[in-house]
């Protein structure tokens, strides 16, 4: 039976910082993360990027939360003046985001007494748990459904795996691959709308490519919870592509 709108489990990403929005710094959190949420069969609906603004961190993550069932941040808990996330997330919740003793320990045993800078890392919104850091620097946090993780890619991706096993789990999406060569987006446009009109809980996809001089199709992408309905689109739409005069149809197994 394919998995119905309630049975979905949702998330958003919210990627926070002026370095991203100036192109200074080239975000690579939001493949990773959306790759991990996907093998716990969450599905990754909406991504923000904001500036390292109070209120604009306030509205976004209010927005998100409420429509969502998870919210992932990533950026805003170093130690430096626009580091702000933490104090922002907690007047988003409508509380205040006091020194952790926990982090307080950590950075004292790292550098003696922390100076204030220092100290901003140890904000943590009150009702929030800490989320492991393991490869260097102070732990981030969950409060409710949402996840403050580090900005720094590898100190990111080391947090999500703390993340995964606190998630509500979905049924996995799986995917497969037609591959048409030498056939254009006018040829299959067609019997992709049909198809995709045939199964309306499909995710059904066109993903053009073009080697020089002449070597040129589309990789037809299908995504479903249900491997039965799955492959019966992927010969109905082998079918119509035949029948609308595509050739080199191949059927490309997808990547675990």
């Known amino acids: 039976m394919t998995a119905t709108q309630s049975e979905r489990v949702t998330a958003a990403v919210m990627i926070i910082g002026d370095e991203i929005l100036s192109g200074r710094t080239q975000d690579t959190n939001l493949a990773a993360i959306a790759k991990y949420l996907a093998t716990y069969g969450v599905d990754l609906c909406e991504a923000r990027v904001v500036p390292d603004v109070e209120q604009e961190i306030i509205d976004a ?76 620097g102070p732990p981030g946090f969950q409060k409710e459904n949402v996840f ?3 900005g720094v890619p590898a100190i990111m991706r080391g947090m999500l795996e703390d ?13 497969k691959t037609v591959r048409v060569t030498g056939t254009g987006e006018g040829v299959i446009a067609a019997p992709l709308e049909a198809v995709a009109k045939a199964h309306p809980d499909m995710s059904l996809g066109s993903y053009p490519f073009f080697s020089p001089p002449d070597v040129y199709g589309a990789n037809l992408v299908l995504r479903s919870r249900d491997a039965a309905e799955l492959d019966v689109a992927v010969e109905e739409l082998v079918a119509a592509l035949e029948e609308a005069g595509a050739k080199n149809i191949e059927r490309v197994e997808n990547p675990a």
């Open 148 to 150: 403050v993780l580090a």
């Open 163 to 175: 993340v995964g096993p606190r998630l509500r789990t979905g049924a996995v999406v799986l995917s």
């Open 61 to 136: 993550v209010n927005a998100l939360r409420t429509k969502y069932d998870y919210v992932i941040t990533t950026g805003g808990i170093g130690p430096t003046h626009d580091d702000i996330t933490a104090d922002s997330i907690a007047k988003a919740f409508g509380v205040t985001a006091p020194e952790h003793p926990e982090i307080m320990a950590m950075l004292r045993e790292r550098w003696g007494e922390p100076n204030a800078a220092r100290r901003r890392m140890a904000h943590v919104p009150e009702g929030g748990s800490l989320v492991k850091n393991p490869v260097q």
